[in-house]
């Protein structure tokens, strides 16, 4: 597998390449969105809305360019985006209980209704350009990096799919995500501090060691079972205790 191009020149110190960069030119409205959505998230990291708020806040921003760059420059991913491969429609949760247990259908179909979830809950984005396209299809998928992962959807867990996602993507509102975990954890919960940690350094570890999940048409894998895909991916599942279940 070829791998991605580095944001960091060879040769460069870290000190040195930022030191160089410019400052970031955001418009007002970004800022007021990015800071809102903070804030939000400080005070309750189930607000999914705060989620999409710090998202759609740093659309411009110069990290998330980097990242960008870095996502066109994989071979896994670059392909992906340019094709804007997204999905046909809203999933048949009805439709996908019927496959057999352990497929990817009938595990996401369960998760969705076990939690009273709903396939199509997310903020909607108009795709004019790959940053648009990149919002959209992460918010679509994000369920099924769910049930890839074993991280479940409570604070713990969706902050450790966080550090999967700066793992593989190097977004920047991911790890805005991961440091509000911890911020929040320190501040208002610390004996939960450690459990919040460990969720981050697995989760970076699974993204790291995985192939990208970003790559993958999952909506025409439906028939195919968990565990085979998680072998083929490279994705060792966490425990319950990463989750905060422990």
Same mark, same amino acid.
Request: with cysteine; net charge negative.
């Given at each position: 597998?070829?791998?991605? !191009?580095?944001?960091? #020149? *060879?040769?460069?110190?870290?000190v040195?390449?930022?030191?160089?960069?410019?400052?970031?030119?955001?418009?007002?409205?970004d800022?007021?969105?990015?800071?809102?959505?903070?804030?939000?998230?400080?005070? !309750?990291? /189930?607000?999914?809305?705060?989620?999409?708020?710090?998202?759609?806040? @740093? =659309?411009?921003?110069?990290?998330?360019?980097?990242s960008?760059?870095?996502?066109?420059?994989?071979?896994?991913?670059?392909?992906?985006?340019?094709?804007?491969?997204?999905? &046909?429609?809203?999933? $048949? @949760?009805?439709?996908?209980?019927?496959? #057999?247990?352990?497929?990817?259908?009938?595990?996401?179909?369960? !998760?969705?209704?076990?939690?009273?979830?709903?396939p $199509?809950?997310?903020?909607?984005?108009?795709?004019?350009?790959d940053?648009?396209y990149? %919002? +959209?299809?992460? =918010? /679509?998928?994000?369920? +099924?990096?769910?049930?890839?992962?074993?991280?479940?959807? !409570?604070?713990?867990?969706? %902050?450790?799919?966080?550090?999967? /996602? *700066?793992?593989?993507?190097?977004?920047?509102?991911?790890?805005?995500?991961?440091?509000?975990?911890?911020?929040?954890?320190?501040?208002?919960? #610390?004996?939960?501090?450690?459990?919040?940690?460990? &969720?981050?350094?697995k989760?970076?570890?699974?993204?790291l060691?995985?192939?990208k999940? +970003?790559?993958?048409?999952?909506?025409?894998?439906? /028939?195919?079972?968990?565990? $085979?895909? =998680?072998?083929?991916?490279?994705?060792?599942?966490?425990?319950?205790? &990463?989750?905060?279940?422990?």
């Open positions: 597998m070829e791998p991605c !191009n580095s944001v960091l #020149p *060879v040769g460069d110190s870290p040195h390449f930022f030191s160089e960069r410019p400052l970031p030119s955001l418009k007002i409205h800022v007021i969105t990015e800071m809102k959505g903070v804030f939000g998230m400080l005070r !309750n990291p /189930e607000h999914t809305d705060s989620v999409f708020d710090i998202e759609d806040g @740093l =659309r411009h921003s110069e990290a998330t360019k980097l960008m760059d870095y996502i066109l420059s994989c071979p896994e991913m670059g392909p992906m985006v340019r094709e804007r491969y997204l999905r &046909a429609k809203v999933p $048949d @949760l009805d439709a996908l209980r019927k496959l #057999p247990e352990g497929t990817l259908g009938r595990t996401y179909a369960d !998760n969705l209704i076990h939690h009273g979830f709903d $199509d809950y997310f903020r909607k984005v108009e795709v004019i350009d940053d648009s990149l %919002i +959209l299809r992460i =918010r /679509e998928t994000h369920d +099924l990096w769910h049930v890839m992962t074993g991280f479940l959807p !409570n604070r713990i867990g969706e %902050i450790g799919l966080k550090a999967v /996602e *700066v793992a593989q993507l190097r977004r920047p509102m991911a790890a805005i995500i991961c440091c509000g975990g911890v911020m929040r954890y320190m501040l208002r919960d #610390p004996d939960g501090l450690e459990i919040v940690i460990e &969720a981050i350094s989760g970076y570890q699974l993204g060691g995985a192939k999940l +970003l790559a993958q048409k999952w909506e025409e894998r439906w /028939e195919e079972r968990v565990d $085979d895909l =998680r072998e083929e991916l490279g994705v060792q599942p966490v425990t319950r205790e &990463a989750s905060g279940l422990g």
